[in-house]
């Protein structure tokens, strides 16, 4: 693996941008502003202050519409919301917002969880209440927010025209378009498991449980028929390749937990696990083709994280570095199931990976504070040969716009 750094260009404001930005980049620069950065130039989209700070800018499919996260401190209170950008007509809309006198968030850099829809301009989002996180749909076509199902924690899956939703021990399933929102199943799951995987438009897996017996089954909200595959450890965090043919499970005996205890490919074809690692795996990212599998493990040294590549090809797995992430970096990872429905960090084609962080590891002390070393947005490229790491530009975190048609 060789490291290198490309070269930087110039910033420009919004309106300079082009018409098609795919394989263009998102991101956050270490002032907490957000750039978009194609055709080798910078674009500035927002800008923050000494008050506010943006999170988690979410694009649509058609690269027009950004949905993102803000945190206002105000003199006495906080004000946290949700805002739509149209990027060319440089308009900004409210979709949601809250004030209130303690900082009420989702996790440490996750003010709210957003995606959307596939094909559409629905923005599903959770978001905190004062007791528990509550399930919103906003409707491009209507301007209007409405409520789906609080009292989480909540974990959302979309499908083509179906949103799967597992709250502690339910599993719900909604039917979603510009004209309804209706509930179609609601089933009886484990606890202790995150999102629920589509296999197709009708089919989906879960995590069931009867007594002390754990096990993944695959459930057609159609025919309302539920098989069970296999049994697994208490606590298991699912995935699907995006080509369907391999589950990937993340499994731990505890629960909570940010760390586990292994990563298991299962072949849906073969009904066999076909490769597992035991390298403390925290979280892993699927590449657009099913051809590989990023994932990141932790190491003996607190903080540091070695970044792996799977070749599901030949299951041979390479390590390709070690390095710091940024704290929201850190976060999508430990969230991977439900940010690899959001945000991309594999571009379209399968050839390049994007990474926050440092691969600087000691701090610089000065006399009245440790300076932490400056975070930058890598990208990993060359993946089928020697992979080749290269430092793109100062950021906090990063990611690829959708395939533009």
Same mark, same amino acid.
């Given at each position: 693996?060789?490291?290198?750094?490309?070269?930087?260009?110039?910033?420009?404001?919004?309106?300079?941008?082009?018409?098609?930005?795919?394989?263009?980049?998102?991101?956050?620069?270490?002032?907490?502003?957000?750039?978009?950065?194609?055709?080798?130039?910078?674009?500035?989209?927002?800008?923050?202050?000494? /008050?506010?700070?943006?999170?988690?800018?979410?694009?649509?499919?058609?690269?027009?519409?950004?949905?993102?996260?803000?945190?206002? *401190?105000? !003199?006495?209170?906080?004000?946290?919301?949700?805002?739509?950008?149209?990027?060319?007509?440089?308009?900004?809309?409210? #979709?949601?917002?809250?004030?209130?006198?303690?900082?009420?968030? %989702?996790?440490?850099?996750?003010?709210?969880?957003?995606?959307?829809?596939?094909?559409?301009?629905?923005?599903?989002?959770?978001?905190?209440?004062?007791?528990?996180?509550?399930?919103?749909?906003?409707?491009?076509?209507?301007?209007?927010?409405?409520?789906?199902?609080?009292?989480?924690? %909540?974990?959302?899956?979309?499908?083509?025209?179906?949103?799967? #939703?597992?709250?502690?021990?339910?599993?719900?399933?909604? =039917?979603?378009?510009? !004209?309804?929102?209706?509930?179609?199943?609601?089933?009886?799951? @484990?606890?202790?498991?995150?999102?629920?995987?589509?296999?197709? !438009?009708? *089919?989906?897996?879960?995590?069931?449980?009867?007594?002390?017996?754990?096990?993944?089954?695959?459930? +057609?909200?159609?025919?309302?028929?539920? *098989?069970? %595959? &296999? +049994?697994?450890?208490?606590?298991?965090?699912?995935?699907?390749?995006?080509?369907?043919?391999?589950?990937?499970?993340?499994?731990?005996?505890?629960?909570?937990? !940010?760390?586990?205890?292994?990563?298991?490919?299962?072949?849906?074809?073969?009904?066999?696990? #076909? &490769?597992?690692?035991?390298?403390?795996?925290?979280?892993?990212?699927?590449?657009?083709?099913?051809?590989?599998?990023?994932?990141?493990?932790?190491?003996?040294?607190?903080?540091?994280?070695?970044?792996? %590549?799977?070749?599901?090809?030949?299951?041979?797995?390479?390590? #390709?570095?070690?390095?710091?992430?940024?704290?929201?970096?850190?976060?999508? &990872?430990?969230?991977?199931?439900?940010?690899?429905?959001?945000?991309?960090?594999?571009?379209?084609?399968? @050839? *390049?990976?994007?990474?926050?962080?440092?691969?600087?590891?000691? /701090?610089? =002390?000065? =006399?009245?504070?440790?300076?932490?070393?400056?975070?930058?947005?890598?990208?990993?490229?060359?993946?089928?040969?020697?992979?080749?790491?290269?430092?793109?530009?100062?950021?906090?975190?990063?990611?690829?716009?959708?395939?533009?048609?």
């Amino acid at each position: 693996m060789s490291c290198s750094t490309e070269r930087n260009d110039e910033f420009y404001d919004h309106t300079n941008l082009p018409k098609n930005l795919s394989n263009s980049i998102i991101y956050k620069t270490l002032n907490n502003d957000v750039n978009i950065y194609t055709d080798s130039n910078h674009h500035s989209i927002l800008n923050s202050d000494t /008050n506010t700070k943006y999170y988690w800018p979410t694009i649509t499919d058609n690269n027009e519409y950004i949905a993102y996260s803000y945190v206002s *401190e105000l !003199s006495t209170e906080y004000q946290i919301g949700i805002d739509l950008l149209d990027i060319y007509k440089n308009t900004k809309s409210e #979709v949601y917002s809250t004030k209130s006198s303690t900082k009420n968030l %989702l996790s440490n850099n996750i003010p709210h969880y957003m995606t959307w829809a596939p094909n559409s301009n629905i923005l599903s989002f959770a978001t905190p209440t004062e007791n528990y996180p509550a399930l919103y749909i906003y409707k491009h076509t209507n301007t209007n927010y409405e409520k789906l199902i609080d009292f989480g924690p %909540l974990w959302i899956n979309w499908n083509a025209d179906k949103l799967s #939703v597992h709250r502690r021990d339910k599993r719900f399933v909604y =039917e979603i378009n510009d !004209s309804i929102s209706n509930l179609v199943d609601t089933t009886n799951v @484990s606890m202790y498991y995150r999102i629920d995987p589509w296999i197709n !438009s009708d *089919e989906l897996l879960s995590i069931f449980q009867d007594f002390n017996i754990v096990s993944i089954g695959k459930s +057609n909200i159609a025919t309302e028929i539920s *098989e069970i %595959l &296999f +049994n697994v450890n208490q606590y298991s965090m699912l995935n699907i390749s995006p080509n369907k043919k391999y589950l990937s499970i993340l499994s731990s005996d505890t629960y909570p937990t !940010s760390v586990y205890d292994s990563l298991a490919l299962y072949d849906l074809q073969s009904n066999q696990i #076909v &490769f597992q690692t035991t390298d403390s795996p925290i979280g892993y990212f699927w590449s657009p083709d099913s051809s590989k599998v990023l994932i990141i493990s932790t190491t003996n040294d607190p903080g540091n994280y070695n970044v792996n %590549l799977l070749n599901v090809n030949n299951y041979e797995l390479t390590k #390709v570095q070690t390095m710091q992430f940024t704290s929201e970096q850190l976060e999508m &990872f430990i969230f991977a199931d439900q940010f690899a429905n959001s945000h991309k960090l594999w571009s379209h084609d399968s @050839s *390049e990976i994007l990474i926050a962080g440092s691969i600087e590891f000691s /701090n610089i =002390e000065s =006399e009245d504070q440790i300076v932490t070393p400056k975070y930058n947005i890598f990208k990993i490229s060359d993946l089928d040969t020697k992979p080749v790491m290269k430092k793109l530009f100062p950021g906090l975190i990063g990611y690829w716009t959708n395939l533009q048609k």
